[in-house]
T-cell receptor, first 113, second 109 residues
Framework: ETGVTQTPRHLVMGMTNKKSLKCEQHLGHNAMYWYKQSAKKPLELMFVYSLEERVENNSVPSRFSPECPNSSHLFLHLHTLQPEDSALYLC????????????FGEGSRLTVL | GQNIDQPTEMTATEGAIVQINCTYQTSGFNGLFWYQQHAGEAPTFLSYNVLDGLEEKGRFSSFLSRSKGYSYLLLKELQMKDSASYLCAVRDSNYQLIWGAGTKLIIKP
């Protein structure tokens, strides 16, 4: 199994839909992250979880709602998104909260119509 | 504010050498990372520098000068599979990762 798995790989949704992105890591890491990647822009950190507790929320709009039910799984619940939210959403994990090497999933490509 | 600059795009020839530069201005410094990201794939770790100097790993080398706020990634004997985006990231004094926008490297035969 690959280290960090994200589903779905592609998602198209309307502005009134509710959908969720899922991330699973098989590395036994303690920290998990959601990043937003837009074309020609730096990675934007959205949320950080350490041992299932949220430790950072980088001023992300409430239409994005994270959930970390256990140390291996991370969700990003999406509700009433805007077209500018269209991007690649990357999940990552690291051994500890102070990130050395990050292990990324392949991302979920989101298009909001 | 914190800032990382790297060229948007570079082109090089198969078999040649290319150097991708990264300059940074951050609140403190606790290491610099390079990641490779092929189109449609996950970023993968390439190198880590925390002390000044050159770190060599096969065809790839990474250099750091903390006094100049500067790093470069050197790729030798370029292969077509090296076509990818290369991301520079700096860990600041709060251990937050600050990312550059990435350099898209195009390798031509």
């Amino acid at each position: 199994e690959t280290g960090v798995t994200q589903t779905p790989r592609h998602l198209v949704m309307g502005m009134t839909n509710k959908k969720s992105l899922k991330c699973e890591q098989h590395l036994g890491h303690n920290a998990m992250y959601w990043y937003k990647q837009s074309a020609k822009k730096p990675l934007e950190l959205m949320f950080v979880y350490s041992l299932e507790e949220r430790v950072e929320n980088n001023s992300v709009p409430s239409r994005f709602s994270p959930e970390c039910p256990n140390s291996s799984h991370l969700f990003l619940h999406l509700h009433t998104l805007q077209p500018e939210d269209s991007a690649l959403y990357l999940c990552a994990s690291s051994q500890t909260l102070e990130p050395g090497e990050l292990f990324f999933g392949e991302g979920s490509r989101l298009t909001v119509l | 504010g914190q800032n990382i600059d790297q060229p948007t795009e570079m082109t090089a020839t198969e078999g040649a050498i290319v150097q991708i530069n990264c300059t940074y201005q951050t609140s403190g410094f606790n290491g610099l990372f390079w990641y490779q990201q092929h189109a449609g794939e996950a970023p993968t770790f390439l190198s880590y520098n925390v002390l000044d100097g050159l770190e060599e790993k096969g065809r790839f080398s990474s250099f750091l000068s903390r006094s100049k706020g500067y790093s470069y990634l050197l790729l030798k004997e370029l292969q077509m599979k090296d076509s990818a985006s290369y991301l520079c990231a700096v860990r600041d004094s709060n251990y937050q990762l600050i990312w550059g926008a990435g350099t898209k490297l195009i390798i031509k035969p």
